[in-house]
T-cell receptor
């Protein structure tokens, strides 16, 4: 069974540029999560989807971050414009349902110059 | 709120040494507990889990026992290998919730 797929794996951009990350969850997993992982820290939740609905986006900086999960499968996380402090690893995870074990993708390492 | 505390790293061990990484949690109720491993340049992989008190999770020679009385979930391995070099994260999942709470991670380096 394929795991959570993310792309790109690495992205380098200049500040004020837009950037987008893509995630394909494990087939059949209704719940999708985006996490932010700063260097030397554990992941922190940004947003959670149940199917196509964002049911918890309280930690998402909405002035520059946005996300969507059209058709309840793939998801895209966007930053516009990016700032230096956004340099981090962005992790996508999925689970069968709300309380199921979360499985993580390899992440996208973003560097903002 | 819930929190997870791990021993600070980095931890450096020789091959075949015994490993212990301490993890304690604070939570209301009885959370599920997890250890995730992150190899260099990769995302988090689930290593093992336990869902109730006295459960022992095990995988790839690693073990951890859910101790309610000490609110701990220490990770152990009897004989580490160079390939075990990675960052290990302890996490708790509140009962009935999706909210994973992670520790800060412990970096393990195993030298030949």
């Amino acid at each position: 069974e394929a795991g959570v797929v993310q792309s790109p794996r690495y992205k380098i951009i200049e500040k004020k540029q837009p950037v987008a990350f893509w995630c394909n969850p494990i087939s059949g997993h209704n719940t999708l999560y985006w996490y932010l992982q700063n260097l030397g820290q554990g992941p922190e939740l940004l947003i959670r989807y149940e199917n196509e609905e964002a049911v918890d986006d309280s930690q998402l900086p909405k002035d520059r971050f946005s996300a969507e999960r059209l058709k309840g499968v793939d998801s895209t996380l966007k930053i516009q414009p990016a700032e230096l402090g956004d340099s981090a690893v962005y992790l996508c995870a999925s689970s069968l349902d709300l309380t199921g074990t979360q499985y993580f993708g390899p992440g996208t390492r973003l560097t903002v110059l | 709120g819930d929190s997870v505390t791990q021993m600070e790293g980095p931890v450096t061990l020789s091959e075949e040494a015994f490993l212990t990484i301490n993890c304690t949690y604070t939570a209301t109720g009885y959370p599920s507990l997890f250890w995730y491993v992150q190899y260099p340049g990769e995302g988090l992989q689930l290593l093992l889990k336990a869902t109730k008190a006295d459960d022992k999770g095990s995988n790839k020679g690693f073990e951890a026992t859910y101790r309610k009385e000490t609110t701990s979930f220490h990770l152990e391995k009897g004989s580490v290998q160079v390939s075990d070099s990675a960052v290990y994260f302890c996490a708790s999942l509140k009962a009935g919730s999706y909210q994973l709470t992670f520790g800060k991670g412990t970096k393990l380096s195993v030298i030949p």
